[in-house]
């Protein structure tokens, strides 16, 4: 059975690229989103879509390496990750992020054998249970319906 969210987006009255987001659940909290000052109207206040897009592959694997370590009744102590993402032109000459390379660093206070083989173990396998990562590599469906609306 699928399931489904809902993200809301509004323009915040004053500014020409700075958006507020609203998401389906009322205890989550509201995020700004906004762009560069080399984009007209953009201020850089808050972070863009790329880094955010960034941000949500690097928490996603992330969690599922800590997910497949918990399964394997082996958590790790702490987990720090870091993407970088790259921005290039595509061949129509559009703005694209052609990449984003993820470092986790899975630590733990000890590294025995048991660690050193449930992590290998996870390893090879948290990738498919991230929800982001893996949907961008597969290609997801996207469809816009644009509509146009008197104030």
Aim: net charge negative; proline share 3%.
């Amino acid at each position: 059975m699928d399931r489904q969210f809902k993200v809301s987006m509004e323009l915040v009255e004053g500014t020409q690229m700075q958006f507020l987001t609203t998401f389906d659940q009322d205890h989550f909290p509201k995020l700004m989103f906004d762009e560069p000052e080399s984009v007209p109207g953009g201020q850089n206040e808050f972070p863009n879509a790329s880094r955010v897009l960034a941000a949500s592959m690097a928490n996603c694997l992330s969690a599922s390496m800590m997910f497949c370590l918990i399964k394997s009744r082996m958590p790790a102590d702490q987990i720090k990750t870091e993407a970088v993402g790259t921005i290039s032109r595509s061949e129509q000459g559009f703005w694209r992020v052609s990449k984003v390379d993820v470092k986790l660093h899975v630590k733990y206070g000890e590294l025995d054998d048991k660690v050193r083989k449930k992590f290998e173990f996870c390893k090879e396998r948290f990738f498919n249970y991230c929800i982001v990562s893996a949907s961008i590599k597969e290609g997801i469906e996207i469809n816009v319906d644009t509509i146009l609306e008197q104030l």
